[in-house]
């Protein structure tokens, strides 16, 4: 199983950044996808979850400003990031869960400046 991300980069705040992961080497459409961001000097924290069937989940922090979603036909999901905040600088990772292991990205960078 491989996740590679892409997508991030420097924004002024208010602005929008997409992320992407696309995996590969697994059933996707049968998993969920997770999104984590780990800040300069915190440890890695929840961002968005969007299970098999489509259901969604966000830290409250993101709510109403972030959009997970995902294409099955390209193996690939998303992050949409709007409004987005200096505390929103991180390294932004995806993550898919199967039944025996878990397995990681190497994860994009997204900056924020004031």
């Known amino acids: 199983v491989q996740l590679v991300e892409s997508g991030g980069g420097l924004v002024q705040a208010g602005g929008s950044l997409r992320l992407s992961c696309e995996a590969s080497g697994v059933t996707f459409n049968r998993y969920g996808i997770t999104w984590f961001r780990q800040p300069p000097g915190k440890e890695r924290e929840f961002v968005a979850s969007i299970y098999a069937s489509g259901t969604t989940y966000y830290h409250d922090s993101v709510k109403g400003r972030f959009t997970i979603g995902r294409d099955n036909a390209k193996n690939t999901a998303y992050l949409q990031m709007d409004n987005l905040k200096p505390e929103d600088t991180a390294v932004y990772y995806c993550?898919?869960?199967?039944?025996?292991?878990?397995?990681w990205g190497r994860g994009t960078q997204v900056t924020v400046s004031r």
């Open positions: 993550n898919i869960r199967l039944s025996s292991d878990q397995f």
